[in-house]
């Protein structure tokens, strides 16, 4: 009895280690190589996805050069008037001024007026019947009132506005100026050199005055 129990244990004992033998055969260990190539490939792919994010971002635009003005530098109140189109205020600067000489533009030095037109109209501005010909640009306001604006034809910078049919002088017309936007050169003195415009240099100023609001005094 114990013989045959012996041999049934040991029967049994086989067998287990033929199924485990069996088992090993079918499930090998993964090898240290492939293990290696597989990290591998992930970071491949990691890398992937980076390089199209980076590529999937958009490029920047370049910021645009901005037009540099090549005209005489203005300070605050000077601008609001010759590229805004404000009106100073009255009885400021050449107003009552008997000075003999040549009144240039401020922001571009071409001359506009000479001393001999200039005469006293009690309006609280600057006033000549006559401007250096060719110099002045005279166009309709576009505030609507009616009246007509002048600008230096070489710069476009604002002036005033001319007036008609007044009876103050035998040429009958009134060239109401701000005294901000002129500069007088006394007789004997050297004129600066006008700074000529081109298409491109007068481009930024139009476009500022147009997109900013007027400083208006009421009476001018």
């Known amino acids: 009895m114990k013989l045959r ?22 499930d090998p260990p993964k090898s240290s190589g492939s293990s290696a190539a597989s990290k591998s490939g992930e970071g491949s792919k990691d890398e992937s996805a980076k390089d ?17 003005d090549p005209f005489n530098k203005l300070t605050k109140d000077e601008a609001d008037v010759i ?3 404000g009106t100073e205020a009255r009885n400021k600067g050449y107003t009552n001024s008997k ?23 009690d309006c609280g501005w600057p006033a000549f019947d ?5 110099s002045v640009k005279r166009q309709p ?50 004129i600066p050199e006008m700074i000529k415009a081109d298409d491109e240099a007068q481009a930024t100023p139009a476009k500022s005055s147009e997109e900013s609001s007027p400083v208006k005094t009421p009476g001018k």
Do not use: W
Request: charged share 25%.
């Open 5 to 26: 129990l012996v041999t049934l244990f040991c029967f049994v004992l086989l067998i287990a280690f033929g199924v485990s033998t069996t088992l090993r055969a079918l």
């Open 52 to 68: 199209d994010a980076k590529s999937k971002k958009s490029t920047p635009l370049s910021k645009s050069k901005k037009m540099s």
């Open 83 to 85: 590229i805004r189109k």
């Open 99 to 121: 000075v003999v000489g040549t009144y240039i533009c401020k922001r571009c030095n071409a001359p506009l007026y000479n001393s001999t037109g200039k005469f006293e109209s």
């Open 130 to 134: 006559d401007e250096i010909k060719g």
């Open 141 to 190: 306001d576009r505030d609507g009132s009616g009246r007509i604006e002048i600008v230096c034809q070489n710069c476009d910078g604002h002036l005033g506005h001319v007036f008609f049919g007044e009876q103050l002088t035998a040429k009958n017309t009134r060239h109401c100026v701000n005294s901000i936007s002129i500069k007088l050169i006394p007789r004997g003195k050297e």
